[in-house]
């Protein structure tokens, strides 16, 4: 069973950002932040590397992600993204 992943209005503000002050990648961003959306709804456990708490990061260079997994309700919640 996939998970549903939700990003949170700072990581989507902050993926706008990105988007729009990379005029030459715009396609490349969208596609790496789809990408991640895909990974995550499989199997998020298994996804990157864990952090304090609950948190896990992904990387899609050149972008990377925190992230936390609820697994009752089977909702990964992307909390913030960053071009590295």
Do not use: C
């Not at 990061?57 to 609820?70: D, K, Q």
């Amino acid at each position: 069973m996939k998970f549903t992943v939700v990003w949170s209005e700072e990581a989507e503000a902050r993926l706008a950002d990105i988007w729009l002050n990379a005029p030459h990648y715009r396609n490349e961003i969208s596609e790496l932040a789809s990408r991640i959306d895909a990974i995550l709804r499989d199997d998020p456990h298994e996804v990157g590397e864990s952090r304090e708490g609950k948190r896990r990061i992904v990387y899609e260079p050149p972008l990377g992600a925190a992230f936390s997994v609820n697994q009752d309700d089977r909702i990964v919640l992307v909390l913030e993204i960053w071009r590295y």
